[in-house]
């Protein structure tokens, strides 16, 4: 069994910082990181396949947002920078035990979800 647990969200102005973490228990091959706002779909916008140390960005985050694999605590980082009020949404982290192909941001991929964490970023 997988348990993710997310934390780090807040609110900032934009242009700021934030750092999104997942604690994960349980053996997993790929994890990432979704976010949904009101009224929007939810969008797949970083993932990291563990053994490869292989990353998928979306467009929308590109060059802007890292994401660091599980290390020796157990969790996953995702360092989120120049936050914009477009970046306003509920942040989940998923995983799963599957290829790395999968490892992208197709949801329906994702075997494993966290509670969400809120980020909320004002202009």
């Known amino acids: 069994q997988v348990q993710l647990v997310e934390s780090g969200g807040g609110s900032v102005q934009a242009g700021g910082s934030l750092r999104l973490s997942c604690v994960v228990s349980?053996?997993?091959?790929?994890m990432g990181w979704f976010r949904q706002a009101p009224g929007k779909e939810r969008e797949g916008v970083a993932s990291?396949?563990?053994?490869?140390?292989?990353?998928y960005y979306s467009d929308s985050v590109k060059d802007r947002f890292t994401i660091y694999p599980v290390g020796a605590d157990n969790t996953m980082y995702l360092q989120l920078n120049s936050l914009n009020p477009d970046d306003t949404a509920m942040y989940y982290c998923?995983?799963?035990?599957?290829?790395?192909?999968?490892?992208?941001?197709?949801?329906?991929?994702?075997?494993?979800w966290g509670q969400g964490t809120q980020v909320t970023v004002s202009s």
């Open positions: 349980g053996y997993t091959t790929c």
């Open positions: 998923a995983a799963h035990r599957s290829y790395p192909w999968m490892c992208k941001g197709n949801e329906n991929h994702y075997s494993y």
């Open positions: 990291v396949y563990t053994d490869t140390r292989a990353t």
